[in-house]
């Protein structure tokens, strides 16, 4: 079954710089990248979201987070740290194995985010993005890191350029 919101995260996400924004805001300042991407989707399509609407989708995906991304995510991390010299090929593909496990339970944070119909509100999508981004920054409790925010930003603005061209 096809996922628009999967496909948009598969788009952006294959910048190298995005990929570097997500992993910081998800290490240093406990974001949920599926609720990251959600809230630039969303934007994309020049829908706001407020912070009653990610905590909302937060606790929607929560039980999918703790009981699998999270243990998964951390056992991937281990593996990498202590790949085993004695068997690495085997031990690698069982890595590669784990990491495929977490992304099908990414997949599903995704789908259930895409199954959502929270918007509050309409603007331009680049001002929708940065609207979403606070929003979610204050679900947390503080604000975003600009640095990183502007990276994602940035490379929406691009995605959207070279679609809209």
């Known amino acids: 079954m096809s996922n628009p919101f999967w496909d948009f995260s598969l788009a ?5 710089e995005v990929q570097a924004a997500s992993l910081a805001l998800q290490d240093r300042a406990g974001c949920d990248v599926n609720l990251v991407l959600y809230g630039l989707y969303q934007a994309r399509n020049g829908r706001t979201l407020d912070v009653a609407a990610f905590a909302g989708l ?13 243990p998964l995510r951390s056992i991937r991390r281990e593996m990498k740290k202590h790949g085993f010299a004695a ?4 031990f690698e593909r069982l890595r590669t194995e784990v990491k495929t496990v977490e992304l099908h339970a990414e997949k599903l944070m995704q789908s259930l ?3 959502a119909q929270p918007a509050t509100g309409e603007a331009e999508p680049i001002t929708a993005a940065r609207a ?16 990183e925010a502007n990276v994602l930003i940035v490379s929406l603005a ?8």
Not at 158 to 165: E, G, P
């Open 113 to 115: 985010l895409a199954s």
């Open 58 to 70: 937060d606790a929607m995906i929560k039980p999918v987070r703790d009981l699998a991304v999270i």
């Open 87 to 90: 068997d690495s090929d085997g």
């Open 12 to 16: 952006l996400y294959a910048d190298p």
């Open 132 to 147: 979403n981004l606070a929003a979610y920054g204050r679900s947390l409790g503080r604000d975003l890191p600009a640095a």
């Open 158 to 165: 691009r995605m959207i350029s070279a679609v809209d061209s």
